[in-house]
């Protein structure tokens, strides 16, 4: 079982950033990915971005192109997404997230086996 602590999320007004941080303790070397899913209450959760451990590739959902980026620092075993031009659309709880598993896609939010506590970025219109 892999532990993950989330940290960075808080209110912000539109246009501006944040970046959230994530850090993983315990089985890690089973992990061959890390990512971040969201989830407004009442609807499913939502694949954000993510990131091979190995090679460093990223994926991201279309809505966040351009205006997020993962990365990660293996030897602290922490990935990070950065968030800039964020819009009302943007919030949610973001979770943090890691796969030890190949039965799924990266963008399908069941590839994750292993969640942080969730927390909640707000932007303010």
């Known amino acids: 079982q892999v532990q993950l602590v989330e940290s960075g999320g808080g209110l912000v007004q539109a246009g501006g950033s944040l970046r959230l941080s994530c850090a993983a303790s315990g089985r890690t070397p089973s992990m061959n990915a890390m990512g971040w899913v969201r989830q407004v209450p009442g609807k499913a959760r939502e694949f954000v971005a993510a990131i091979k451990w190995s090679s460093g590739t990223t994926y991201y959902t279309d809505s966040v192109k351009g205006r997020f980026t993962i990365s990660r620092d293996a030897a602290k075993n922490t990935v990070y997404l950065q968030m800039n031009s964020l819009k009302p659309e943007d919030t949610a709880v973001y979770y943090c997230?890691?796969?030890?598993?190949?039965?799924?896609?990266?963008?399908?939010?069941?590839?994750?086996?292993?969640w942080g506590q969730g927390t909640q970025v707000t932007v303010s219109s």
């Open positions: 997230a890691a796969s030890s598993t190949y039965l799924w896609s990266l963008d399908d939010p069941r590839r994750f086996d292993s």
